[in-house]
């Protein structure tokens, strides 16, 4: 048996992708850039295992047993092992190649909550059986056919999906604009917003979209290809009054095509709605933006923002949105912090009443690397047979 | 004295009109349609008198004491009396266009509830002031002046607002396409949800949304003008299907455009998403369009419905928006209507949860006639000396 762990990070889009104009091979309309999110405090992890004795493929997903049938999941199974073949045409090792392979993977963080964690997952799994079956060169376009936004997650720092115009989309990949050491002040805060399921997936939401949002066709056609240009220089020049500017506009326009979607497809709910006004009322009072929110499928709030900001940040989202008295869990995780209680003349400034319980928890956390392989045997996830270790949900 | 007393109704946008093209003409940036309301439900009513022995003009609004600052009003007042002059150039009756007048206002609904009640007042006041100083021919083009969708409570039935060519705004007016007794099925239901004050006027928001919003002016160049046909036709027709279809994916629309504007300016609340799930999953149930939702510049929905689907909708609105228990007025006020209740199957097709006093009441309308002038004495709401009577609060 040969194996390999591996933990892949989330990222967090700050222009947005939504619609694919390829449904099969996960071809986007718009082009879209993320920030790559720090993997001690968020990840997935995945252990990819091949033996000649194994009977089947098999995958478990936080400790279910979960179904190969995916069409997704056997493209991506597919086209590493063609790579795999392609590049060891020599004939060393070729048999590995067509092992049964067993996965098993875990979020550190609650799927629930709505956070890309496909994303991370997809990603995860690629890089795994890249490195298990000693594939290389870019992967990004195997992780996109796996979950779109995936591809983004096999690098880290700053982000770009290009939109690529071969019809078999192996030019729509993933490209580093810049490492997660470029900007080292910039931070992120997720706002995890109580609320029930969200009403329509992601897939869904945007099939939908394009079909039915005319705004959403103009947006992709000629909006976001100048954003684009706008955002890659702010972030080149870690310029945060546009790069901040930039995300929220951005941010708004998906939900606004959302929302111009027939039936509409609404994600934010009253309490993220709060969240875009305490950040637009917080850059008010400081004349210039301190804090970009951006929201995905789901009402959950992402906030970027300079780490000299993070105490600030904190201390008004514990005052607007304060914890349930029983709250059992921390309300603030991830990095370590300061929080400041907010002067009187900032309260003054933000046209909020305090929602108890709104917000459910804070995590704390930066832009990262990419992908990582675990040195350390005991990381596995799965015994010395390819079992899951029962110790992993 | 000379004096006269009407009504005029408020209208409701089926095709939204959101952002100006000339802010001191009130230009619309495309044109609209509404449904005019019968004024036994909803109304503003104005009393306007004119006499030698008044010293100023002065204006009484729901009581209290107006300035008659404002340009808008100025202008209005101007151009009706310069048609009233243009109109005596014989000399009968000119040295009444000079004396000064008295404006005493009231809504009969509550103003806070967001509903348009500067159009139905600007359109009573610019219909009562042309009563008064005997104006003949299309006033609309003056109410527009005074608040844009005001030109379309000019006319009853079913409106549009044409956006016009004209440098100076001569042919932006509003056209009836059919009259109140063209589709006498019609039937209105005003859900008032409860809420805080907005947080954004409609005037600002347009301006800012004309300002920022790269979606609006798409829209306002190539999405309206195709439906402004469509719904013609299906007014004409008496076409619920596209009638509804075009109404909530207009309204959809007009708040994406919010939501894109930056920053974002929100309306619609939690509730009034509940409000559009509900719909959607009721038209859903029929498989056909038996609602449709349309929301302005506040959370309030306005459905329009066939009459037979009125007992159902009030049931459901009942069953999901339940009114708290201490409820001091009555939940459905204007017409009568019998309250079924839904069907467990009707029920269970609503992917939603009961939230006591979400909706605050339900005002039961149709469509109705333009303004009125009231021929009885009694109704005026200036005593005989031109002072506002005790009673008008």
Redesign the interface.
Known sequence: MIEVTCTAPINIAVIKYWGKRDEKLILPINESTSATLDQSQLCAKTTVAASPDFTSDQMWLNGQEQSMDSARLQNVLKEIRRRARKRKSDGSGEDRVNWHVHICSENNFPTAAGLASSAAGLACLVFSLSKLFEVEGDISDVARQGSGSACRSIYGGFVEWTMGTEVDGSDSRALQIASETHWPQMRVLILVVSAKKK?VGSTTGMQTSVKTS??LA??AE??VPERMVEMRRAIKDKDFQTFA?IT??DS??L???C??????V?YM??TS?DI??LV?AVNNHYGENKVAYTFDAGPNACLYLMEDMVPTMLGLVQNFFPPEQDHGEAFLTGLPSKVSTPSQELLNAI?LEPSVGAVQYIIHTKVGPGPQVLIDQSESLLDSTGQPKSSTQ
């Open positions: 009403h005319q705004l103009h947006r000629k909006i500017e929220m506009k708004n326009q939900h606004a095509c929302l111009d979607t027939y039936p509409p609404t709910t009253d709605r875009v006004r637009h046209p």
